[in-house]
């Protein structure tokens, strides 16, 4: 069963929006902070945005201001608002839930979805 499952990527040139949505289930959504991450080849997956239980976002200073993260707790669903993107936005777009520790800190919680491509081009 999946429990996670992306959908909403695509080609867009720069300057352009795209909407990720994260269909979720139950039992993963509702108890966890959600997040997107991202990743090119041969780089390491990085924590674009984050979003608490209670709604409260997170973002990676790269995308402040550009991305909006959020959660439909009624849908068990997570979206991802992308504006102004840049071809340095192209990349992998995966959908986690999230762990955090003592700090606060966010971390992979164990389930990922298979991730959807988005390419923006110059």
């Known amino acids: 069963q999946a429990h996670l499952r992306e959908s909403g990527g695509g080609s867009v040139q720069a300057g352009g929006s795209l909407r990720l949505s994260c269909a979720a289930t139950e039992k993963i959504f509702r108890p966890n902070a959600m997040g997107w991450y991202r990743q090119t080849p041969g780089q390491k997956r990085e924590l674009v945005a984050a979003?608490?239980?209670?709604?409260?976002?997170e973002y990676a200073d790269y995308v402040q201001g550009r991305f909006t993260i959020s959660r439909d707790n009624a849908k068990n669903t997570l979206y991802l608002q992308m504006n102004s993107l840049k071809p340095e936005d192209t990349a992998t777009y995966y959908c986690?839930?999230?762990?955090?520790?003592?700090?606060?800190?966010?971390?992979?919680?164990?389930?990922w979805g298979r991730g959807t491509q988005v390419t923006v081009s110059s």
């Open positions: 979003i608490s239980k209670g709604g409260v976002p």
């Open positions: 986690a839930a999230l762990s955090a520790d003592y700090a606060g800190r966010y971390s992979p919680g164990g389930y």
